[in-house]
């Protein structure tokens, strides 16, 4: 993680979709915005747009996912670049095929929401209520 003049920025891999527990302690340890580069299969496109939209909501941070387009050693790969801010809202989505997204995003936002909806305060608070 990193922090950069637009806020905590953290960066994974496509895969890294598909583990909570990873993004979970990123948002623990302050992340706002994950970047996402990857090269995930058209075949499985839904899961993509379903998990880049989970993982803004349920750690309330922008993630930006740039997904490859085209095919690559016989695999059709979805495209579908997308911007999701804090709340879920898709700020922006490409299309399948190659293409360059501009987007202004308020980094503010992530605190924001974060002070409005305490989900991350809330769920540090009950784990450690666990740990006892």
């Not at 503010?108 to 769920?123: L, S, Y």
């Amino acid at each position: 993680m990193a922090n950069l003049p637009f806020g905590p920025t953290a960066g994974i891999t496509c895969y890294d979709l598909r583990f909570p527990g990873l993004w979970m302690e990123l948002s623990n340890r302050g992340a706002e915005i994950v970047i996402v580069p990857a090269a995930w299969p058209a075949a499985r496109r839904e899961h993509w747009q379903l998990l880049t939209s989970a993982r803004a909501v349920e750690h309330q941070l922008f993630v930006i996912a740039c997904n490859a387009a085209g095919t690559q050693e016989g695999v059709e790969l979805g495209g579908h670049s997308r911007v999701v801010d804090p709340t879920g809202r898709v700020l922006a989505e490409a299309g399948a095929g190659e293409s360059v997204l501009m987007v202004d995003i308020d980094p503010a936002q992530a605190g924001t929401v974060r002070t409005e909806f305490p989900v991350i305060k809330d769920r540090l608070a009950n784990y450690q209520t666990l740990a006892r």
